[in-house]
């Protein structure tokens, strides 16, 4: 993942590639070529909150190395229903000419995770692996950023494919050495189908500026990507919580 600070943070409640090679850039409205790209706009709003994601949570015990099993496979049990909500509704808003730019990559991010659920835990992991409430609120947020024009799932795009192709792939390789996790359980961060990921990074970032340009309201977009990494945090605070010794789950994943 790539602002509100941890003091500053509320507590939020319930309430692709193409087939065949990149996305070919889109003329973009000609008022809106003088305005900051949405990129760089979510990354400015959403950096500090980026920095606490990796200080809080699950996600700091991954990055030091102190994570289990457990707690990496709980983390992507409750993932895989926002991959879900993000991937139904760009597919569901591929027609518009603000998100065609976005749903013509197939990144299929939701179908690599339940391939690593079952590499990691069986075929059961659905009954063995609890989805937790601040999985479930997080995947309920991005539905709710699919409807009407959907724009805010902009945001969303940027804080989870833009994080898999930049720090998912370090994470990658530690996960490798310090859970001993083999290819067949690390699908998530493969993009087998790409040659270079260093170019698809570069034009998702501007398919992702391509269709901020659309946006009637960017800042409700740059907004909605504080309330992903807000989201983020809550669902990394909820695993690592969920995870203690000699539970069910830690058995069924070690």
């Given at each position: 993942?790539?602002?509100?600070?941890?003091?500053?943070?509320?507590?939020?409640?319930?309430?692709?590639?193409?087939?065949?090679?990149?996305?070919?850039?889109?003329?973009?409205?000609?008022?809106?070529?003088?305005?900051?790209?949405?990129?760089?706009?979510?990354?400015?709003?959403?950096?500090?909150?980026?920095?606490?994601?990796?200080?809080?949570?699950?996600?700091?015990?991954?990055?030091?190395?102190?994570?289990?099993?457990?707690?990496?496979?709980?983390?992507?049990?409750?993932?895989?229903?926002?991959?879900?909500?993000?991937?139904?509704?760009?597919?569901?808003?591929?027609?518009?000419?603000?998100?065609?730019?976005?749903?013509?990559?197939?990144?299929?991010?939701?179908?690599?995770?339940?391939?690593?659920?079952?590499?990691?835990?069986?075929?059961?992991?659905?009954?063995?692996?609890?989805?937790?409430?601040?999985?479930?609120?997080?995947?309920?947020?991005?539905?709710?950023?699919?409807?009407?024009?959907?724009?805010?799932?902009?945001?969303?795009?940027?804080?989870?494919?833009?994080?898999?192709?930049?720090?998912?792939?370090?994470?990658?390789?530690?996960?490798?050495?310090?859970?001993?996790?083999c290819p067949s359980e690390l699908a998530f961060y493969e993009f087998s189908h790409v040659p270079d990921l260093d170019l698809l990074k570069a034009d998702?970032?501007?398919?992702?500026?391509?269709?901020?340009?659309?946006?009637?309201?960017?800042?409700?977009?740059?907004?909605?990507?504080?309330?992903?990494?807000?989201?983020?945090?809550?669902?990394?605070?909820?695993?690592?919580?969920?995870?203690?010794?000699?539970?069910?789950?830690?058995?069924?994943?070690?």
């Amino acid at each position: 993942m790539t602002g509100l600070g941890s003091q500053g943070r509320r507590r939020l409640t319930r309430r692709s590639l193409p087939a065949n090679g990149f996305a070919e850039p889109k003329e973009t409205p000609a008022d809106d070529l003088s305005l900051p790209g949405v990129v760089t706009a979510l990354y400015l709003r959403t950096k500090a909150l980026h920095a606490e994601a990796e200080r809080t949570g699950i996600i700091r015990s991954l990055l030091r190395g102190e994570a289990s099993r457990a707690g990496y496979v709980l983390l992507l049990r409750n993932l895989l229903p926002a991959y879900r909500a993000m991937e139904h509704g760009l597919e569901r808003h591929g027609g518009s000419p603000g998100l065609e730019s976005l749903s013509r990559y197939r990144l299929g991010r939701a179908r690599a995770i339940e391939s690593d659920l079952v590499a990691l835990c069986g075929e059961r992991w659905m009954e063995d692996v609890p989805l937790l409430a601040a999985g479930e609120i997080y995947a309920e947020r991005i539905a709710h950023a699919a409807e009407g024009n959907g724009m805010r799932l902009i945001a969303h795009a940027y804080t989870r494919y833009l994080g898999d192709l930049s720090g998912g792939q370090i994470l990658q390789r530690l996960l490798a050495r310090t859970l001993e996790l083999c290819p067949s359980e690390l699908a998530f961060y493969e993009f087998s189908h790409v040659p270079d990921l260093d170019l698809l990074k570069a034009d998702y970032r501007r398919a992702l500026d391509q269709a901020g340009a659309f946006a009637p309201d960017q800042q409700a977009v740059v907004e909605e990507g504080a309330i992903a990494f807000s989201m983020n945090i809550d669902l990394s605070c909820a695993v690592e919580a969920t995870l203690p010794r000699g539970s069910a789950l830690v058995a069924a994943a070690e």
